[in-house]
């Protein structure tokens, strides 16, 4: 079997010169992207006394995790030219099934939580089955996704909250300090974590390789000898797992699984993807740019809501930074095919 690496990388004068261009343009991006977040924080900062503390600083980096671990696994799939819609239902239901592994079936608390992270990789791997081998596009095959994960979780939880009162630790993943003296969560230990695994599984393995392939040119990838669809349903199993541990997660902060929550979640983390430089078009893409991503949208909302803005008109304004996001997504595709 041939490996195969993205068109980008081309070993001619030309196509090094173009790779060379194109990592600045992607540094440029991140760097843009760091600098904006850095000036949105500042702003805050001056406008309200109480933004700039450590306990809302924590306050951040807490209400990132949720929404940071779901855009991690959506720039593996985005990058590959895809879309998860089902994300953010999909980790209701996740956490779901947490409350039913753990709270209905009494498991143990670690059989518990990797059930809930491995059913996240189920309806993964759904997704990709009907995407690869019924040829489904990704748009509608996740939004269909969406709409199941949504009843599902109603279904299995009787529309009704599962609380975790009787699970000991169980709340401990998200809001345990492992470092003592120190109030710092361990849900945001455990996104530095995984953040620095997907970078590593990203830009150093076989999975990373081939997810740019299939984004830079699924044609030349498939003709190179590469099983696409096999490796177009591994990275949406992949990403599955991330929609699962986010749901263990955000149901360990809340001390309950909720069934109607998730809706709006996937939006913020596909936005944040997007922010973070990498390309709906698939082929670009980072983690780090992700993270930056997923920070500027917990700095606003964080922000937003201290100034006491209407919810209404914070809707408005991700509103806003997600149309900018995608523009300048597209100005950057036009850019690099000019």
Not at 77 to 91: A, K, P
Not at 295 to 301: A, E, G, P, R, T
Request: hydrophobic fraction near 50%; charged fraction near 10%; proline fraction near 4%.
């Amino acid at each position: 079997m041939t490996t195969v690496k993205p068109h980008r990388a081309s070993t001619s004068d030309g196509g090094s010169a173009n790779g060379v261009k194109e990592l600045v343009r992607n540094r440029l991006q991140q760097l843009l992207a760091f600098a904006s977040l850095i000036v949105i924080y500042v702003f805050f900062s001056i406008a309200s006394p109480y933004f700039f503390t450590y306990d809302n600083f924590t306050a951040i980096l807490f209400s990132t995790v949720v929404i940071g671990t779901l855009a991690i696994g959506t720039t593996f799939v985005i990058i590959t030219g895809g879309i998860d819609l089902s994300i953010g239902t999909g980790m209701a239901l996740c956490a779901v099934m947490s409350g039913v592994f753990l709270v209905h079936l009494g498991l143990p608390l670690p059989l518990g939580v990797l059930g809930a992270v491995l059913f996240g990789g189920l309806v993964g791997l759904v997704n990709g089955l009907n995407i690869a081998f019924l040829k489904i596009p990704p748009f509608i095959a996740t939004l269909a996704m969406m709409l199941v994960a949504e009843g599902l979780a109603l279904v299995l939880s009787d529309s009704a909250p599962i609380y975790f009162n009787d699970v000991p630790g169980y709340v401990d993943i998200s809001r345990g300090n492992l470092i003592p003296g120190v109030d710092f969560p361990n849900a945001v230990l455990v996104l530095i974590v995984v953040a620095i695994v997907a970078g590593v599984l990203l830009t150093r393995s076989v999975l990373g390789r081939y997810t740019y392939s299939i984004g830079s040119n699924e044609e030349a990838t498939a003709l190179s000898g590469i099983d696409v669809r096999r490796w177009k349903i591994a990275i949406y199993a992949f990403a599955g797992l991330f929609t699962g541990l986010a749901g263990v997660l955000i149901s360990a902060r809340l001390g309950s699984a909720q069934p109607a929550t998730g809706m709006g979640y996937e939006l913020q983390a596909i936005a944040a993807v997007v922010i973070g430089g990498t390309s709906l078009s698939g082929g670009k893409g980072s983690i780090l740019g992700t993270l930056i991503g997923a920070l500027i949208i917990s700095v606003l909302n964080n922000g937003l809501q201290i100034m006491s803005i209407p919810q209404e008109w914070q809707n408005v304004i991700l509103g806003c930074v997600i149309l900018v996001a995608v523009y300048a997504d597209r100005m950057r595709k036009g850019e690099t095919s000019a």
